[in-house]
């Protein structure tokens, strides 16, 4: 099982950054992706950012160029840097991950992001 800790949401004005957290515990072996998305009030999940082990990155059109994913896979844990944040940012934040070990994805409880204008 696995078990993943968001940290860093909070409140920012428009064009400010947060960098968020992700921390995987637990008895598990082969990760393969680790990525983030996001749900904003009144609408569905969308993907932000993945990353591979190999660190092969995907971004959301949305964020390109704006935020950046990164990873330690020493330490299992990944972040997110969030810069010149939008209010249409708002959301809701879920680190996820998926292992190959078993074919499962893996949710962390989410953290909040808000940009106010």
């Known amino acids: 099982q696995v078990q993943l800790d968001e940290s860093g949401g909070g409140l920012v004005q428009a064009g400010g950054s947060l960098r968020l957290s992700c921390a995987a515990s637990g008895r598990f072996f082969g990760i393969n992706v680790m990525g983030w998305h996001r749900q904003a009030p009144g609408k569905q999940r969308e993907l932000v950012a993945t990353?591979?082990?190999?660190?092969?990155?995907n971004y959301a059109d949305s964020v390109k160029g704006r935020f950046t994913i990164s990873r330690d896979n020493a330490k299992n844990t990944w972040d997110l840097q969030l810069n010149s944040l939008k209010p249409e940012d708002t959301a809701v934040y879920y680190c996820y991950t998926h292992l190959w070990s078993d074919g499962m994805e893996y949710w962390g409880k989410g953290t909040s992001v808000t940009v106010s204008s």
């Open positions: 990353i591979t082990t190999g660190g092969t990155t």
